[in-house]
């Protein structure tokens, strides 16, 4: 492996500004360290009216840090150096589906004619955005097999509950009152904290040994009180499920609703869809499926849609196009009510809009066929160096198991997500899925090119050396090179310190 290009060629910390010491040293101080009384970042001509003194009418100032301009802009973009993101290298979370991000729709996202009409303009004026969301809407219909799509939940998150809230009121249309939700192990992390929100108990179904859903226990868990299941296909193990289509015709024949969780949407798109695979709801990240930033707190997108005969379930309005040409707003008959206010986050939605044109169905299809080559070929790389749990191919991501070297030296797979740090490297995710122990779930998705899977692929390889050479020694240590060393996280997690450093 001694011709693959070095791990620091394609990380963020080997050889970059974050791994430098910065002016002063390598520690940058807190901002209020660097306050001074009477100091300003700006100024403003005098008014003649006196300053507003704190004892005054009992006026408390904040204790606000006193810098100049250039120390506060100086502090944020050193600070912002040592961030990672998905503009400055490889960022392999399994199930989060991290991938690049093109700039040219964020171009389009700034169209005056798109981002400056008000959400809240009659419909007379607003013809052109009413007609993007409706062609979205077939356009998410034909990527996926369902019938209708709602845009208005701000997550995926979101749309899990809104899927859900769909499956709820179809249910008590029929006069039925069910109160479970079956979730695989092999699912998607949210679903169970989704499903609680709507008010259902979930079920967990156990995982086989090829890490498919197994089927004993998926028929032991039917009974009349099941009101969905809430699969993700591929799973979270990277499988596709086999018996998926069986799975969807038992929850069918016990009354109960198959739900697609769209986080691997990625692996399938051109494929095959959730609607041949027999699903009734599917939601869709669109972060993780049509490159549109991720929310990180901030807006995202969890389009929401459904097969023949659940559209009048569905939030509303929806955009229908009339026979005219025109577009107008309708509220189903028996929606939900609204899961968001105007009509969704539509700055992403332009996003995800954009990246489906450009790419048209021969795209999306290689988009999906590259995810899996990526993938399969990171895990021909690694499977002969780390433990692989389940299988020896995958569909867009894959698991190893860091269990053998716990074993003989006690490191686990967080050690090793911290030497990654050192070699310039973003983790994979860590201990999930929870079938699998000391689990690095990698997704390497279809933006990655074949120097930097190489790259990855080496700073993996040096990292089981180095465990083995040091006996573990140096998986406790790391990371070493980074900005901040290794934490007491479970301390920092019971007993966070968020309190203002007092001015001296």
């Known amino acids: 492996m001694t011709d693959r290009p070095s791990a620091s060629v394609y990380g963020t910390y080997g050889g970059s500004a974050a791994s430098t010491p910065l002016m002063g040293g390598s520690e940058e101080p807190l901002i209020f360290s660097l306050s001074s009384p009477g100091r300003r970042a700006f100024q403003l001509p005098s008014t003649g009216v006196p300053d507003l003194a704190p004892d005054d009418n009992n006026v408390e100032l904040p204790a606000l840090p006193e810098v100049s301009e250039r120390d506060l802009v100086g502090h944020y973009t050193r600070l912002t150096h ?34 400056d009409v008000h959400p809240l303009i009659s419909a007379q004026f607003s013809q ?13 219909c034909a990527i996926t097999g369902m019938s209708a799509f709602t845009l208005q939940p701000p997550a995926g998150a979101a749309g899990e509950l809104t899927g859900l809230l769909v499956a709820g009121a179809y249910h008590r249309s029929l006069g039925e009152h069910r109160t479970v939700v ?57 499988i596709f499920e086999k ?33 041949k695979m027999g699903f009734d709801i599917v939601h869709l990240n669109t972060h993780k499926t049509f490159a549109t930033p991720h929310g990180g707190g901030g807006p995202g997108a969890g389009p929401v849609g459904v097969r023949a005969g659940l559209e009048q379930y569905l939030p509303g309005p929806r955009p229908v196009l009339n026979e005219d040409g025109t577009c107008q707003w309708k509220m189903p008959d028996h929606s939900i009510g609204r899961v968001h206010s105007y009509n969704g986050n539509a700055m992403v939605l332009i996003r995800a809009f954009a990246y489906i044109l450009s790419n048209g169905s021969d795209g999306l ?10 993938a399969n070929w990171l895990l021909k790389a690694l499977s002969g160096t780390y433990e692989v749990p389940y299988g020896s191919s995958c569909m867009h991501e894959f698991v190893l198991s860091a269990s053998t070297f716990k074993r003989r ?28 122990d000391e689990a690095l779930m990698i997704e390497p998705t279809e933006t ?14 040096e990292i089981a050396s180095e465990i083995e050479a040091t006996k573990g020694a140096s998986a406790k240590a790391a ?7 290794r934490i007491d996280e479970a301390q920092a997690a019971r007993h966070p310190i968020v309190t203002a450093v007092p001015r001296t």
């Not at 503009?87 to 996202?109: I, R």
């Not at 074949?450 to 990855?456: D, G, K, P």
Request: with cysteine.
């Open 82 to 115: 040592r961030q990672y993101s998905v503009d400055l290298g490889f960022y392999p979370l399994g199930s989060c589906t991290m991938k690049y991000n093109p700039k040219a729709f964020d171009e389009v996202a700034e169209m005056p004619l798109l981002k």
């Open 128 to 140: 052109g955005w009413m007609e993007i969301m409706w062609t979205l809407d077939r356009a998410l």
């Open 182 to 238: 079956l979730v695989p192990e092999s699912a998607h992390g949210t679903n169970p904290a989704s499903a609680t929100l709507a008010g259902y108990r979930t079920v967990t179904v156990a995982t086989d040994s090829d890490g498919c859903v197994d089927m004993a226990s998926l028929e032991s868990s039917l009974s009349e009180d099941v009101a969905a299941i809430m699969l993700t296909n591929p799973n979270t193990i990277g």
């Open 243 to 275: 018996d998926v289509v069986e799975i969807c015709r038992l929850l069918h024949e016990a009354g109960a609703l198959a739900y697609y969780d769209g986080a691997n949407l990625n692996a399938i798109m051109g494929i095959t869809t959730p609607g």
């Open 365 to 374: 299809k290689k988009v999906s066929q590259t995810a899996l080559l990526n």
């Open 409 to 436: 030296y006690g490191v686990k797979a967080q050690d090793i997500a911290k030497m990654l740090l050192d070699r310039g490297f973003h983790p994979p995710t860590v201990s999930f899925p929870l079938v699998v």
């Open 448 to 461: 990655e090119s074949l120097q930097t899977l190489q790259a990855f692929t080496s700073a993996m390889v």
């Open 479 to 485: 990371p070493e090179r980074t900005p901040v060393g």
